[in-house]
């Protein structure tokens, strides 16, 4: 019995050396594995730059009339591709075709006002000199005895007559000259006019200001729109990434840097960009609000600075669909 008993004792010794061999081992690989990570986090540290705060953004045009009216025919459907240039909706035409047609009327109306005056003046003219050389004869057949007093009285009266429009006439263009400003500012205020309603007329017929894809589109066939009322967002292919990186992770990173971008949406492809542009200013000194910290209760907070990363590769729309607001992990290449 005894020796059965230094037998299960023997094995129960080298089991509990092996146990502690294998905690051992166990602990340094452990340690190893501490070590590894430690070394690639200071490794990763030094020469690479990430964060979790950045998003993908681009600038949304908004598309708003500048003339109200009825809205008669719309030429675009939710997330449809438009072209710059692509008509994409038209207003009433009818009440603005009236108002050219009134402006055109107002503006040929003053401009020949001013014509006529200088053709009446023309014409005393014409009349005087006529009654100038009527009377001359008429002298020289009285004075021969050829005519009667009585017809060179009538010759001399027509000639008076004529003297008269004339002087009437040349104080109207006397007048009219020295109210030049005057006139000339009624005819350029009917021009204006006349410019602004063929203007707005144009304003009936809407067209897309650049190319991208509709969003958050709002418009029907019979709506009546005012002057600035959103239609729809037009949001362009070209988009980049803002990332929020903390303060203290700026102090080695350059505009140029290589960047590694992953997007949440295709969490197996990494995407090439690089640094475009850092803020001169803080997010929070930036915002509509900027915070102020000269109070007694002041508490330090690592402040986020918005940097531009834009794409270096050519991306495949069809194949990745990359639209503004999608979260994203850049890692920048610092060293």
Do not use: C, H
């Amino acid at each position: 019995m005894s020796e059965e008993k230094e037998i299960k004792q023997e094995e129960l010794n080298e089991s509990d050396k092996k146990t502690k061999a294998m905690r051992g081992i166990l602990g340094i690989i452990i340690l190893i594995t501490v070590v590894g990570l430690g070394a690639y986090a200071i490794y990763k540290a030094s020469f690479f730059q990430s964060t979790d705060d950045a998003y993908v953004e681009t600038t949304t045009v908004s598309v708003a009339p500048k003339v109200s009216g009825q809205i008669i025919k719309t030429y675009v459907t939710d997330n449809q591709l438009v072209k710059e240039g692509d008509l994409v909706a038209e207003i009433d035409p009818a009440d603005y075709e009236v108002r050219v047609d009134l402006a055109d009327a107002t503006y040929k109306k003053v401009l020949l006002n001013q014509k006529n005056a200088q053709a009446n003046l023309v014409a005393a003219n014409s009349a005087i000199e006529l009654a100038r050389k009527d009377l001359e004869r008429y002298k020289n057949l009285y004075e021969s005895g050829a005519v009667s007093k009585q017809t060179l009285d009538m010759a001399q009266a027509k000639y008076d007559s004529a003297q008269a429009n004339f002087t009437s006439a040349n104080e109207a263009i006397l007048s009219q000259e020295q109210e030049q400003k005057v006139a000339d500012t009624d005819l350029k205020s009917a021009k204006a006019a006349l410019d602004q309603a063929k203007l707005n007329l144009s304003y009936t017929k809407i067209y897309a200001p650049q190319s991208g894809t509709v969003s958050s589109r709002r418009v029907e066939k019979g709506m009546y729109v005012q002057v600035g009322t959103p239609l729809f967002v037009i949001v362009p292919e070209n988009v980049w990434v803002v990332a929020n990186f903390k303060e203290n992770q700026l102090e080695k990173m350059k505009v140029g840097q290589e960047v590694d971008i992953k997007i949440d949406a295709y969490p197996k492809k990494t995407f090439k960009g690089k640094i475009d542009s850092i803020q001169r200013a803080s997010g929070a000194k930036s915002s509509l609000f900027p915070p102020e910290n000269a109070v007694g209760s002041f508490v330090k907070i690592v402040q986020r600075i918005p940097v531009k990363i834009v794409f270096t590769e050519e991306i495949d729309p069809n194949e990745y669909n990359i639209v503004p607001g999608m979260s994203v992990v850049p890692k920048v290449r610092v060293k």
